[in-house]
């Protein structure tokens, strides 16, 4: 589970789309979402306690679905200043080739993909894991299933892992 916080001018705000209530605590459940990989750089956004994908249609404007449609899928790039950036992955200007990107104002309210740029404040993102969980890919094969786990949830310490060989390995040693 992941907890998104997008940073603004006027402060702090949170990915709101999927619950439609806002909050700024962690511990609001309708808060967290599914960060589920589903391609290289290409990630799926699921809201935890409803089971909704983020998806933006043809004309910039953000929905959600119950099914993982290729709506859903967003493009996960790091900025230059280590925000994070999610854009459509089928959606792009027209006569520009510019993408379309997730993004919300000053309000915490959610912006029309065509009209957020990726310069901007209002597109950056920090995400920050709550718990880590394995979830089967979603696919368009199954789009009436839901994700089943693989394997059990784990709780993210405050130690940081280290992959060893795709497994997860002891504690980082202090050099």
Known sequence: MWFLWDIAERG??????ICGKGSKSPSNPRALFNLIPVGLRVVAIQGVKTGLYLAMNSHGFLYTSDRFTPECKFKESVYQNYYVIYSSTLYKQHESGRSWFLGLNHEGHVMKGNHVKKTKAA???IPKPVEVAMYREPSLHNVGDSPLMLHSVTRVSAMPLAMNGGSVSSRLKAA
Do not use: R
């Open 12 to 17: 702090m705000h949170m990915l709101q789309c």
């Open 123 to 125: 597109s950056h993102f």
